[in-house]
């Protein structure tokens, strides 16, 4: 990063700040290019600014541009998950930007527009335009439309997908989402930066651990406060048994969508038992509402050692056993391989990230790259694998659960002394939290006043990877859509926000 | 074959006895002809804006240790086929359509059950005036049972199911 008044925040990630204007917002987006970086997000706020946070080798790099009602100029040429983060922050703000694709994304019309900006009145008129939302069809010869959703024939969270098909074969796939928007960002303002971790918990439920650490991270970065060694500690361990549990859900879901309804019974119990194990240590099956700003609100004793080193030694061995049994169905593996391929290549040139990342050979890993504590203390080795197809993300899904394990067990014999939370006193400023979740990076970008937030963006990987899934399923029958779709698992709460 | 085999055995039956029903979930009267579902009861769940949390502990009733199938409920992939509604969140403007329009699909008897505090009255995301939800489940929909709990263990979500049906 070599670029004039730039500036290192106080945040436990590696963090930079730099005031651009709009002459310079694109040249900032090349020279990340130019440095093999990547795009995380792209926000507004109501103070008349648009940010871009980018990663570069050295670390994140959060640009930020005063705007008056000028055209911004147009990152998705440059990195293609840009443009629905951009049609996200005019629905948002109303800020314009120079690119083709104008169609709402966040918006559907049914509420007021603009709902981030000053002067917002949610009483104000609203008419809903959903009904009319330009999606792109495909012509031809026995070509038809299959339309699915919001409502899905299953337990999951709503979301509208637009399938074009010849007989089985899907010729292009268009997703709609913002089903489940319910004004997380709007609801964060004026609360305190306490009230605000309960409400950071929720913004995607299986990645608790993770908001609320980046939550907290952020709060910590404005209010400049280092937490204690234990309780960096502790985070990890509990942002590890989310990864893993997450995992454990997720590969028996796979097993189960390509009809092997043994591995989601076998895969089920080990989740539960995890589960049960997180409520008796630390009161919460999920682990909401322990990671706070200044630390961890439950500690572990030697007892809960034992427990957890007992565990990792049982699930190692389980979660060998079935990984044995699924490499050897041929059946399983018939609908694993080749299903729902992205390239290494692709995957680079659209930026997929996070795990369904590192099983297309585009490795990242926070937890590698910029290891904020505890991270920076362990031993720990990035799962990639280059085949990009369900196999392979299957395939990183078993390599991490391992990691994880031995990760848990260097926490737990490694754990330091000290307090496990610290007081933080009101404060003022920006900051930010930065935190590889089971999914991939999320970004919480915070700005407080006096102890009360002004504003607070999430970013989840989920932005990032779903455009992809419309690649994925390309030349796939519409039968494997659900087990494609599960091994990315993308969060639908998380992007709505 | 034989690994698959000695994994089932060496696991067992892992199956808890179910809780009892708790006839202060309800939010009104049993209906006569509920007790005609009572050993086959089809369920289609709807998520109205959820943060995911309720969904996963949802799931985890088709575990071996709740066995929601053997007291013979299961879930169905389309409203016409179910009996019950199980929804979570707090319902947003974007899915006030979908859930009431999933709703109406639905044959007679119609029975409701609404999942976790913002199921009930929009919980976190509501706690003040919020331009994009609803709130709670009821707002939009009749509902029969609410079970409380950011997310209710799956145990609770059991019980929730089995209050709609019978009183004990």
């Not at chain 1, 293609?80 to 314009?96: E, I, K, P, Y």
């Not at chain 1, 605000?196 to 209010?223: F, H, K, N, P, Q």
């Not at chain 1, 196999?391 to 307090?419: N, Y």
């Not at chain 2, 409701?112 to 919020?130: A, H, I, T, W």
Request: include cysteine.
């Amino acid at each position: 990063m070599h670029f004039e008044g730039i500036h290192r925040t106080a945040s436990s990630a590696p963090v930079w700040t730099l005031d651009a204007r709009v002459e310079s917002w694109l040249d900032i987006a090349g020279s990340c290019l130019e440095h093999g970086g990547r795009l995380v997000s792209i926000w507004g706020s109501a103070s008349g600014f648009v940010h871009a946070a980018y990663v570069f080798p050295e670390g994140m790099l959060v640009a930020r541009c005063a705007v008056s009602g000028e055209k911004i100029p147009d990152l998705s040429k440059m990195f293609s998950c840009a443009s629905r983060m951009q049609r996200a922050v005019s629905d948002m703000l109303g800020f314009g930007f120079d690119q083709a694709d104008d169609r709402p994304w966040i918006s559907h019309g049914l509420w007021p527009r603009h709902p981030l900006k000053k002067d917002f009145d949610p009483e104000g008129q609203c008419m809903s335009f959903e009904g009319d939302y330009p999606f792109v069809a495909v012509e031809g010869e026995g070509v038809h439309e299959i339309a699915v959703g919001p409502v899905h024939a299953g337990i999951i969270e709503p979301g509208h997908f637009r399938f074009q098909v010849v007989g089985e074969k899907v010729l292009r796939l268009e997703e709609r989402l913002g089903f489940k928007h319910k004004g997380i960002e709007k609801a964060f303002e004026g609360l305190s930066f306490i009230e605000g971790a309960r409400l950071a918990a929720r913004i995607s439920g299986d990645s608790t651990v993770a908001y609320s650490w980046a939550y907290a991270m952020a709060v910590e970065s404005v209010c400049d406060v280092k937490v204690s060694e234990r309780a960096s500690f502790l985070r990890g361990l509990l942002l590890e048994r989310e990864r893993i549990a997450n995992h454990l859900a997720d590969l028996g879901a796979l097993g189960n969508d390509a009809g092997f309804s043994f591995g989601l019974a076998q895969f089920s119990i080990l989740r539960e038992d995890m589960l049960r194990a997180n409520r008796d240590l630390f009161g919460h099956r999920l682990l909401m509402d322990l990671v706070v700003p200044g630390g961890v609100l439950k500690d572990i004793d030697s007892a809960a050692k034992d427990r957890i080193a007992g565990e990792c030694a049982i699930l190692r061995k389980k979660v060998e056993d079935l990984r044995e049994i699924y490499v050897d169905h041929t059946g399983l593996q018939d609908r694993f391989i080749a299903t729902g391929k992205v390239a290494p290549e692709l995957a680079a040139k659209l930026g997929l990230t996070g795990l369904a990342g590192r099983a297309s050979r585009n490795a990242s890993d926070l937890r590698e790259e910029h290891p904020y504590p505890p991270y920076d203390k362990l031993e720990f080795a990035m799962a990639t694998h280059h085949g990009g197809d369900v196999a392979a993300r299957v395939s990183v899904r078993f390599d991490e659960v391992f990691e994880s394990l031995r990760l848990i067990e260097q926490m737990v014999a490694k754990m330091p002394e000290g307090e496990t939370v610290i007081e933080v006193p009101p404060c003022s400023g920006s900051g930010f939290g930065w935190v590889e979740g089971f999914r991939g990076e999320v970004l919480i970008a915070l700005e407080i006043e006096q102890g009360l937030i002004s504003r607070a963006h999430a970013h989840d990987p989920s932005w990032q990877n779903w455009p992809v899934l419309e690649f994925a399923v390309i030349g796939n029958i519409v039968p494997d859509f659900p087990l494609i779709n599960k091994s990315f698992n993308l969060s639908y709460s998380g992007h709505d926000l | 074959m034989y690994r698959i085999l000695r994994e089932i055995l060496k696991n067992g039956i892992k199956t808890e006895p179910e809780p009892k029903p708790d006839a202060s979930l309800r939010t009104r009267a049993l209906g006569k002809d509920a007790s005609i579902l009572t050993g086959a009861l089809t369920v289609r769940h709807v998520d109205a804006g959820s943060c995911n949390g309720c969904e996963l502990e949802i799931h985890a009733l088709n575990n071996p240790y709740y066995r929601l199938e053997g007291l013979g409920i299961g879930f169905a992939a389309s409203p016409r086929h179910a009996d019950m509604l199980l929804v979570t969140g707090p319902v947003s403007k974007h899915m006030e359509e979908a859930l009431r329009k999933t709703y109406e699909a639905m044959p007679e008897p119609k029975l409701v059950v609404s999942v976790g505090d913002c199921g009930k009255e929009g919980g976190v995301f509501c706690q003040r005036k919020n331009y994009a939800c609803k709130g709670g489940v009821g707002s939009v929909i009749p509902v029969d049972v609410e079970v409380p709990g950011c997310p209710p263990d799956p145990a609770a979500i059991l019980q929730g199911i089995l209050s709609a049906l019978r009183l004990s």
